[in-house]
């Protein structure tokens, strides 16, 4: 005599019993690693367009245009004096050093180690970041004291008809 054993051994309205028996092992470990892996991989390529965005911006950084932005006329500002501004953006704090007669440096004063504002002391001669002690060269704008380990972005300037104006932000080269 032969057993059936796609039957259930009981009546399928017994309370005691709710599992049904024919689909308790559809999702076995193997079939657990597909999905695991098939969803990691749906999690990769749904990332793709971002990365792609992301590696277009920063490989584009060198060619970014700012606008030719307004900061002061040469007549207001004395040799070794400062001038706040914004460059390039509203937001983005700098500071112009007229160094001699025909010399100019700027640079956004957000201080990189953890962007407190740099500071220009006439007297040492050096930009400071009061917050940790970080010190700037002015030539260069790199870190010559303190915590910060990179250069202050350097903001190019040129002077036409008597004004300074600033026109873009040099490219960070590590």
């Avoid at 259930?8 to 193997?30: A, G, M, Q, V």
């Avoid at 892996?37 to 245009?65: I, M, Q, R």
């Avoid at 700037?136 to 380990?149: E, K, L, N």
Wanted: net charge positive; charged share 25%; hydrophobic share 35%.
């Amino acid at each position: 005599m032969k057993h059936d054993n796609s039957k259930f051994p009981f009546d399928e309205d017994n309370y005691t019993h709710n599992i049904n028996r024919l689909n308790e092992r559809s999702l076995d470990r193997r079939g657990f690693m597909k999905t695991l892996v098939g969803a990691a991989g749906l999690f990769a390529v749904s990332t793709l367009p971002w990365g792609a965005v992301a590696a277009k911006e920063l490989l584009s950084l060198g060619d970014k245009a700012y606008p030719m932005k307004k900061i002061v006329k040469v007549s207001q500002i004395g040799i070794g004096d400062s001038v706040k501004f914004t460059y390039p953006g509203e937001h983005d704090d700098a500071l112009l050093i007229r160094l001699g007669e025909n010399k100019y440096k700027a640079y956004q004063n957000a201080c990189t180690h953890l962007r407190c504002p740099v500071l220009w002391d006439k007297k040492e001669g050096d930009m400071i970041c009061p917050c940790h002690h970080g010190k700037f060269d002015v030539q260069s704008g790199a870190p010559t004291a303190g915590p910060p380990r990179r250069p202050l972005p350097e903001i190019i300037v040129e002077v036409q008809d008597g004004t300074i104006y600033a026109t873009r932000v040099k490219r960070y080269e590590a």
